[in-house]
């Protein structure tokens, strides 16, 4: 499975986005699929994931409320909506995906990862 996120780019905090994961070579309609995202000289952190039939989901805590992840499996495609933008939402946004229908979570494991777009919230 190739996944090709997209949709980052530069925005005033307050502002919106809306993040696109797409699968190709082979689809991931069958899997969990996360976003995690990586600040400058930070860790890599988990974001939100989303179960293969999207009626399970988990968010960090401290997006909650603000990002909401949905599925298209007919168009093999995962999103991120991004609301309320905080300069502390800044990072490269990588998606990724299990090759099992698996408990979407931080702590499940990813066997394909995308590369990843920037998000940069302006304050």
């Known amino acids: 499975v190739q996944l090709q996120a997209s949709g980052g780019g530069l925005v005033q905090a307050g502002g919106s986005l809306r993040l696109s994961c797409a699968a190709s070579?082979?689809?991931?309609?069958?899997?969990?699929v996360a976003w995690f995202r990586q600040a400058p000289g930070k860790a890599r952190d988990f974001v939100s994931a989303?179960?293969?039939?999207?009626?399970?989901?988990d968010y960090a805590d401290s997006v909650k409320g603000r990002f909401t992840i949905s599925r298209d499996n007919a168009k093999s495609a995962v999103y991120l909506r991004m609301n309320n933008l905080k300069p502390e939402d800044t990072a490269v946004y990588y998606c990724?995906?299990?090759?099992?229908?698996?408990?979407?979570?931080?702590?499940?494991?990813?066997?394909?990862w995308g590369q990843g777009t920037l998000v940069t919230v302006s304050s």
């Open positions: 990724a995906s299990t090759d099992t229908s698996g408990i979407p979570g931080p702590s499940t494991w990813y066997k394909y």
């Open positions: 070579g082979r689809t991931f309609t069958g899997y969990t």
């Open positions: 989303i179960s293969w039939n999207g009626r399970d989901t």
